[in-house]
């Protein structure tokens, strides 16, 4: 089975849902800008793509430099919309 990772298909963007605990605000800044960010129950599911490994590391270090913990990150294929927010 072949799985999308940033990076690794000639550049080409691959979706990330990222899950963190707390509830960001839709008009999150940085480099979270222009990804949409869904919150409830104390978890909040940030969805965007994300063009290389840099990017990632960048959207990971940007929200570890505030304090917000990252419950889970997977490439969004296959995630279904009324999945549990914190993956389960």
Do not use: K
């Amino acid at each position: 089975m072949h799985r999308a990772v940033a990076g690794r298909a000639g550049n080409r963007p691959v979706r990330y849902r990222i899950v963190v605990r707390g509830e960001l605000r839709a008009s999150a800044a940085g480099p979270l800008e222009g990804m949409p960010v869904r919150s409830e129950g104390g978890f909040s599911v940030i969805t965007g793509e994300i063009i290389d490994q840099s990017q990632l590391h960048g959207i990971l270090g940007w929200l570890g430099e505030r304090g917000i913990e990252i419950v889970s990150l997977a490439p969004a294929e296959g995630c279904a919309e009324t999945e549990d927010l914190a993956g389960g």
